[in-house]
């Protein structure tokens, strides 16, 4: 089992800052990539961003590219998502995800699923 603890959301306004974080515990060793996904209310979960553990690769949503930045810390098992520019559009609970595929961007490759974190953007 993998446990996974997403922080770092809140509320801000457009065109802020947030960075969140999610933290990696249990048996993390056969992890290849780690995700985050977002739900808007009525909304299917999507695909935000996605980064292989080894730090090789990384994706976006065409959405979120050249906003956003996955990174990760080793050292921590932690990975961070870095989301500049925010707009409305962004609201969501964002959960962290972690699987054991290198590459995985869509939400059926994931294995294991944080609890989720509420970014809310006001205009």
């Known amino acids: 089992q993998v446990q996974l603890v997403e922080s770092g959301g809140g509320l801000v306004q457009a065109g802020g800052s947030l960075r969140l974080s999610c933290a990696a515990s249990?048996?993390?060793?056969?992890?290849?990539?780690m995700g985050w996904f977002r739900q808007a209310p009525g909304m299917e979960r999507e695909f935000v961003s996605a980064?292989?553990?080894?730090?090789?690769?990384?994706y976006y949503a065409n959405s979120v590219k050249g906003r956003f930045t996955i990174s990760r810390d080793t050292a921590k098992n932690t990975v961070y998502l870095q989301m500049n520019s925010l707009k409305p559009e962004d609201t969501a609970v964002y959960y962290c995800?972690?699987?054991?595929?290198?590459?995985?961007?869509?939400?059926?490759?994931?294995?294991?699923w944080g609890q989720g974190t509420q970014v809310t953007v006001s205009s």
């Open positions: 980064i292989t553990w080894s730090g090789t690769n990384t």
């Open positions: 249990g048996r993390t060793s056969s992890r290849a990539a």
């Open positions: 995800a972690a699987s054991f595929r290198a590459g995985a961007t869509s939400r059926n490759e994931y294995n294991y």
